[in-house]
């Protein structure tokens, strides 16, 4: 699995200044991919291989003319299953849409990076319709994660394919999607970095909704400024490399550190690994306070009937469901039809709760630059540990309780990895305020600085 370059930003500076091509960068991505010994088979639901020479080629002839469409123009990408990319049939992981036509045009966000110059090596795999934090899919395959990987651990999920594509040097950049951390969990778990941004940042057009309440379409990448630029194009279609997060900006951060919850049933490593990076922020002159938020502590309660993604999704799979039931996956049926719980009066007080709880925590979480915690408690266990339907659910439940709350409260977020080369990956989430996506990145950045050091 070779690796050109350590970031997005890298790989333009080096097309920009010929030390590659558009097609070198794909060819290295469809070699990684195609790798007999490597995750290609099960990280990719199909491969755009034809195209994406073509693509490339195309890329490097507008370039060596200085008609690049944008400074990351060649730049292999990939694409979550759950978008709509012209000439391909959207599964959303599932074998419930196979027969389904082929999309007539790309998602809005895909259309984005792809006039800006990105090329789209193929479509990742994922939890069978973005529902489950762990990754798992038994109709196209599991990618284990790159960590121990003789040991088949859990990639995370649901983007499970998108962080695999990313760690196993298949694309610079893995598009996915977050309704509850199904882009910060993987990166957590393979040591990337994973954001999510405020909800309606970027258009949902174009995808296999789970939950239309909390859907955000994010990234992830090897570093920050990968996630910005990805972020930047798709939320606005334009990218000013001079204007990406460096890190260096040397104000002084006070970061609240979430008690309570967040912080229990936490594995030894994951343990150790936070403390030893609240260690390094401190060093570096970070003002740390730990602070609890008792309107966090209702989230669990207003969500005890399956929250907005079982009666969203319940809407969306009805039809399906009447002819399709017995393709479903098990684990992802029964999470569906937990819609059938609520009933109207149920849904339109979930909404009343989650209006005041955003509220309540907005003034208590905005005394702070942005708030901190352990993007997952545990390390990735064992896929074969998951065949149980209990531990299953445990775990789903484990891995989702904290990156649930950015989207519950309509913030932005993003995961970054805060392990020691060689140890297994650990993440630290930072969440940022509604609508403050790039002051985040900045943030973010200067926490990636520290954390590096």
């Known amino acids: 699995m070779s690796?050109?370059?350590?970031?997005?930003?890298?790989?333009?500076?080096?097309?920009?200044?010929g030390r590659t091509t558009a097609r070198q960068l794909v060819e290295n991505a469809l070699a990684n991919i195609a790798d007999p010994h490597g995750e290609g088979a099960r990280t990719f639901i199909s491969v755009h291989a034809k195209a994406v020479r073509q693509q490339a080629d195309d890329m490097d002839r507008l370039r060596s003319k200085g008609q690049a469409p944008s400074p990351l123009a060649g730049l292999p990408v990939s694409v979550k299953d759950l978008f709509d990319e012209a000439g391909s049939t959207t599964k959303a992981g599932s074998m419930v849409l196979a027969d389904m036509p082929p999309a007539s045009m790309d998602a809005p966000a895909i259309q984005r990076l792809k006039q800006a110059g990105l090329i789209s090596v193929g479509r990742t795999t994922m939890t069978e319709f973005a529902f489950s934090g762990i990754g798992i899919n038994p109709h196209f395959g599991t990618p284990a994660n790159p960590w121990h990987r003789n040991e088949k651990r859990i990639p995370g999920g649901s983007s499970s394919?998108?962080?695999?594509?990313?760690?196993?040097?298949?694309?610079?950049?893995?598009?996915?999607?977050?309704?509850?951390?199904?882009?910060?969990?993987?990166?957590?778990?393979?040591?990337?970095?994973?954001?999510?941004?405020?909800?309606?940042?970027?258009?949902?057009?174009?995808?296999?909704?789970?939950?239309?309440?909390?859907d955000s379409i994010g990234s992830i990448g090897r570093t920050v400024k990968c996630c910005w630029a990805a972020d930047s194009l798709m939320a606005t279609g334009t990218l000013r490399i001079q204007d990406a997060p460096t890190g260096r900006?040397?104000?002084?951060?006070?970061?609240?550190?979430?008690?309570?919850?967040?912080?229990?049933?936490?594995?030894?490593?994951?343990?150790q690994t936070w403390e030893e990076s609240l260690r390094k922020l401190s060093g570096n002159g970070v003002v740390l306070e730990t602070f609890t938020c008792p309107p966090l502590k209702e989230i669990p309660k207003a969500n005890s009937k399956g929250g907005f993604p079982a009666a969203e999704s319940l809407t969306w799979h009805q039809s399906?469901?009447?002819?399709?039931?017995?393709?479903?996956?098990?684990?992802?049926?029964?999470r569906i039809l937990r819609g059938y719980e609520q009933?109207?009066?149920?849904?339109?007080?979930?909404?009343?709760?989650?209006?005041?709880?955003?509220?309540?925590?907005?003034?208590?979480?905005?005394?702070?630059?942005?708030?901190?915690l352990p993007t997952v408690p545990i390390i990735a266990p064992k896929i074969s540990d998951m065949n149980d339907n209990a531990h299953y659910i445990a775990t789903n439940?484990?891995?989702?309780?904290?990156?649930?709350?950015?989207?519950?409260?309509?913030?932005?977020?993003?995961?970054?990895?805060?392990?020691?080369?060689g140890e297994?990956?650990?993440?630290?989430?930072?969440?940022?305020?509604?609508?403050?996506?790039?002051?985040?990145?900045?943030?973010?950045?200067?926490?990636?600085?520290?954390?590096?050091?």
């Open 397 to 421: 439940l484990l891995l989702l309780r904290n990156t649930t709350i950015a989207n519950f409260l309509d913030l932005c977020a993003i995961s970054l990895p805060c392990h020691r080369a």
């Open 320 to 334: 399906l469901l009447k002819t399709h039931r017995s393709l479903y996956d098990p684990f992802v049926l029964q």
């Open 3 to 17: 690796l050109l370059f350590p970031s997005m930003l890298d790989a333009a500076q080096a097309l920009a200044d």
């Open 343 to 372: 009933n109207a009066v149920d849904y339109i007080s979930l909404q009343q709760s989650r209006a005041r709880l955003i509220r309540q925590a907005a003034d208590i979480m905005n005394h702070y630059d942005a708030v901190i």
């Open 424 to 453: 297994a990956p650990v993440g630290l989430m930072v969440m940022g305020r509604h609508a403050e996506d790039r002051n985040l990145f900045h943030i973010a950045a200067q926490i990636e600085h520290m954390l590096s050091d």
């Open 249 to 271: 900006e040397g104000n002084t951060l006070r970061l609240g550190i979430l008690g309570t919850s967040v912080m229990e049933d936490m594995d030894k490593t994951v343990a």
């Open 161 to 214: 394919g998108a962080a695999i594509s990313v760690s196993d040097n298949m694309a610079l950049v893995g598009i996915g999607s977050d309704t509850g951390g199904s882009c910060r969990i993987p990166a957590a778990l393979t040591g990337l970095v994973g954001f999510k941004p405020t909800a309606r940042r970027i258009s949902t057009q174009g995808t296999v909704p789970l939950s239309f309440t909390l």
